[in-house]
Every structure is written in C-alpha cells, then in structure tokens.
C-alpha cells in the first residue's frame, strides 16, 4: 500500500516538473524578441495601435517602423509575418529595414504584422522554436510561429466563421488567421482588429503600394507567384515577365473576387492602394515534408518534397540533386533561405520600379540589396552587429 501511495507521488512529482519545463519553454517563446538594426534612413518607430488605440495593450499590437526621405514622392507599405509560421517573410523584412535608403518618398514596415501568432509554435507539428542566421559576428536567431492569433489571445473559435462584411462563411480557425479578416473592423475580435489597423494605416498615410509577404507549399499552386489586385495586375505582370528573365522564375496571378478576407483582395478594395501579395517556395510547410527541422527551414532540403517533384506534384524548380539554375547562372538546390530572402527582395523592387513606369507621379526611389546580391553575398551578410551600431537604431522587435 505504501508503494502504491509512493509511486503516486513520484508521478505527481515528475508531471510538476514535466509541467513547470514546458511552462517556460511556452513563456520563453512568448516573449522572445528579436533584435534589429535599422538603416541610417529610418525616422521613427510607432505602435499599430496609432491608428487602432483600443489595440494597444494587446498581442495584436506590434511595432511600424519609418523611412522618410522629406522629399516628394510616392509611399510604400511592406507587410511580414502575416504568417509567421512563414519566417522568412520576417527576415526579408529585418533586411530591408537594415539596408534601405529612401532617396525620395516615404516606406513603412511591419517586420510581424500578427505579433500575437509570432508567440507560439504550429500545435500538433513538432516544429522547432527557433531558426538561426550565419553572420560574419555570430549566429543571429528568429522565432517560428504559428499561422493563427494565438488562442490565449482570441478564442473560442466559432463552429463557422462569417467573413465581415461579406457574410461569407469560412473555416472556423481562420477567424484568428490575419489573411483572412481584412477589412477588419474596430470592434471585432484581435485579428480583425488588426487588419482594421493596418488598413487605418493604409488608408491614414494614403499608401500606394502595398506587399504581403508569404511563404508557400512547394505543392501548392500559387508557389513563386504575385498575386495582384485588378488595379495592381499591370505591375504584377511586367514585374514577373522581367524577374522570370533576368533572376528567377516568377508567376502572377489575379485576386480572386470571390474568395474573401485576403490582403489582395480587402486590401485593394477598400483604399486606393496597389495591393500585392508575394509567395516563395518553402518546403517546411508542405505536409509530404520529413522531420521539422531547423536545417530543413535553412537549407530547404527535404527527399520527401523531391520525391513529389520528380511524381510532378509541386509548382516550382525543386531540385536537391543536381539543383536548378536561376537566370543569374546560379545553380539552387533545393529552396535554401536566401534564395527565398532575395525572390522577396527583388521582388518588392521589381513591382516598386513598375509601379513608377505605369504612374510616374507615384515614383520612389528606394534602395536596398536584392536577389543577385543576398545569392551572391547570403543573407547574413546584409544583418547588422547590435553590439557595434549605434543604440539608437537597435531595436528589439
């Protein structure tokens, strides 16, 4: 009987302490914070919640990061981390804000636009916590988050959720997934609220262009691809003809009118800005992939994901043999994280230079490193040491 009692005890005792590791493993990720070191053309650092107060306070709030030129020109929105289960999409940011010179208009970025889903894992899919970055002064590392509002944040979910204003009826969870909510409204729930936010934003400074960047299953269909709103299809194309010339194959599709709360779509709708989304190939998210782990999220590499490839089940160059060669003459094996950093970057200054053609009274000039220089050079490489740059641009994001 005593044994019994003793055992009990034992496993109460060891759940506690099962219990209290994994606390602060979860507490640890919650409040993680990367750090950024902004370029000498950044002006100010304001929350979201500037244009929503009622977020403030709140995971939904999340820093918007300034580079204004003071001289006449158009402006530009660049959104990352919609999906931060996308983490790339962050990272292409970090190194825009690193690197930029804003000759003349005015740029915003939000680095993790749904700050609340940045602080947990994807549930249920053994994925790492955490992916580091080769750079010349050490090791610089990010998060992994999840693709919806953290439900310590936004729950209970709805059995069906009805899309404002549409009335359409969609998935349950995608009530907390921020590429589904937009327009938002002011007194939704925390995701809504955001995308309301953002759109205050857009429609307060008058954006004239907008990115969403996005990371893709190397078998869905919209892999490597722009998808533009009607009034942003003419850059979208131009854009993707000359990108899939001179650097890498890009695809363009139009947003569908039928399909609701998408950036592209509520984005464009309801301002006047020229909306565009943006999707890389990552074989991290696939659901053929092998273990998550953070070399797959590095290196791309994954004999499952080639395996679809060779069946002729994926929608982009996937190659981790022999690898394929990009316009550059660059030979890609699999679908590595610079490769995925630089198609955001040239793509944003490829749809940037399009826009100035087709509406010369929108023109910017803006600078910052792109596909040829990040395959060239690797991404670490444009990442700034904290520890050596002025405290005033460092900040923890």
């Not at 995308?195 to 996005?214: C, G, K, P, V």
Request: net charge negative; proline share 6%; glycine share 8%.
């Amino acid at each position: 009987m005593k044994n019994a009692v003793y055992l009990k005890i034992l496993f109460l005792v060891l759940s506690g302490i099962l219990g209290i590791l994994g606390g602060i493993e979860f507490y640890e990720l919650r409040h993680y914070q990367e750090t950024v070191v902004v370029s000498e053309d950044f002006t100010e650092r304001i929350m979201l919640s500037t244009y929503l107060p009622n977020l403030e306070g709140t995971w939904g709030d999340t820093p918007v990061y300034v580079f204004d030129s003071g001289k006449p020109g158009g402006s530009m929105l660049i959104c990352g981390g919609t999906h931060p289960y996308e983490p790339i999409t962050t990272l292409a940011a970090y190194v825009i804000m690193e690197n930029i010179k804003v000759e003349t208009g005015k740029v915003y970025i939000i680095p993790v636009s749904n700050r609340s889903a940045a602080t947990l894992g994807m549930r249920g899919n053994g994925y790492p916590k955490y992916y580091s970055v080769e750079t010349a002064w050490g090791k610089q590392t990010y998060r992994i988050g999840d693709r919806e509002t953290n439900p310590l944040d936004q729950w209970p979910d709805p059995y069906t959720y009805v899309h404002y204003p549409s009335g359409q009826n969609l998935a349950y969870q995608d009530i907390r997934n921020l590429n589904r909510t937009y327009p938002g409204r002011p007194d939704g729930t925390l995701t809504e609220r955001i995308s309301y936010a953002i759109m205050e934003l857009i429609r307060t400074e008058d954006i004239d262009i907008f990115f969403d960047f996005h990371e893709a299953s190397l078998m869905y269909p919209v892999v490597s691809t722009y998808v533009a709103h009607d009034r942003a299809m003419d850059i979208g194309m131009m854009a993707a003809m000359m990108l899939s010339a001179t650097q890498f194959p890009m695809k363009i599709e139009a947003s569908p009118k039928n399909l609701r709360g998408l950036t592209h779509r509520e984005v464009g709708d309801f301002s006047n800005t020229l909306a565009l989304l943006m999707e890389t190939p990552q074989p991290f998210i696939d659901r053929v992939a092998g273990r998550m782990t953070e070399a797959l999220m590095v290196d791309g590499i994954d004999e499952f994901v080639q395996t679809a490839a060779e069946k002729g089940l994926v929608y982009c160059d996937y190659d981790i043999h022999e690898g394929f060669t990009d316009a550059l003459g660059n030979v890609i094996i699999g679908a590595p994280l610079d490769y995925r950093v630089g198609r955001h970057l040239s793509g944003t200054l490829e749809a940037l230079n399009w826009m100035g053609m087709f509406f010369p009274e929108k023109a910017m000039s803006v600078s910052f490193p792109g596909y040829p220089e990040i395959m060239e050079n690797g991404t670490g490489y444009y990442l700034h040491d904290p520890s050596k740059a002025d405290k005033s641009r460092v900040f923890q994001n």
